[in-house]
């Protein structure tokens, strides 16, 4: 029998660069342990990327996946079901949207949004402005809106009427704005950028220029929405609201699952036949992802995330000033955090973490990321702590 290895190698198409040297074979999780083929524990900060805001396996997700399997599985948009009508409502409820879409990932949930916005400005303004260094998916759309031409290149001619402003910077914004733009998206933390924070006067600013303009306001909450910053959205930081909100990673609980959620009069401009999707709004992602939301909005929830949050940032600023000149800085909101090192170490310093039983996530050459579950323990964050410092003192 060919090893896991062998099989990928020969038959999934290498969009990952994994090779049987460098990459974990995982096998099982729980909280916020993984374990590998050879019996391993790991402690997970990277959590799927965003996606396990519970931590792997939690008993609420599996036993709402288990009994939603045992009762319907799929079946299409044609048909109303109670799961999907019923996440619509929680969503609704707990946010600036009125209306939601369903989706399968990150990039469908915002190409979702980009059409909306089109749509809803036709004929005349197309335009979107991004940002800089953003992260939007993999969609034809949604990579020409992520702002990293690394990202672009060999997929020329891209798709018309993207530009791209700097992060924080709302003159380059504003200079950007033409009687053909119909809408400027950002995400309020840029999460697979390196983990930049929006600042007040900007993102205050961008709802202003919106509002002046007639733009909507698009806030990609795919990796910073849903608790991850210690508020349920990360716009209710600085109190301004978009008009479209995207979100999915954390969402399902390790279930596929995006969204779209729309102001109504937005909304209405999607008619029957303009959008869908097959799997959009599945029973089995919608009751995981209803037993996620019944966890993350129990009272005291995100202020214990805000409090653990703390204590992580506060022990990376330590962990950044005992290395001062060797670590640039450190940056974060929430269970959202970076480390940027002053040298291109981070790709040693991740390999050095996973062999001492640490999962954590290199950004390019100097950034290291980290997103624990919000239910981590203040233990398993001081456990991370230790790790990380003593990896960071064989290296620099
Ligand atoms: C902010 C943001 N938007 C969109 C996406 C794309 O999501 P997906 O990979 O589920 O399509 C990501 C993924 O990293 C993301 O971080």
Redesign the pocket.
Known sequence: MMSVEELDARYIINTYGRTKERTLFLERGEGAYVWDDQGKRYLDLVGG?AVNLLGHCHPAVVEAVCNQARELIHVSNLYYTRPQAELARVLVENSAGERAFFAN????A?EAALKLARKYHHPGRYKVITAVNS????TLATVTATGQEKYHQGFEPLPAGFSYGRFNDLASFEELVDGETAAIMI?PVQ??GGIYVAEEAFIRGLRELCDREGLLLIF?E??CGLGRTGKLWAYEHWGVKPDLLTT??GLGGGMPI?VLLAGSKVAETFQPGNHASTFGGNPVACRAALAVLEIILQENFLDEVQEKSALFMNGLEKLASSFSGRVKETRGLGMMAALELAVPLAVPAQRGCQEKGLLVNAIGERILRFLPPLNVTGEELEQALAILEEVLAGLL
Do not use: C, I, T, Y
Request: charged share 30%; glycine share 22%.
């Open positions: 990327l990932s990150g990039a469908e915002n992260f939007h998916g993999r995400e999460g697979e990609d795919v990796q999915a990673k995006g």
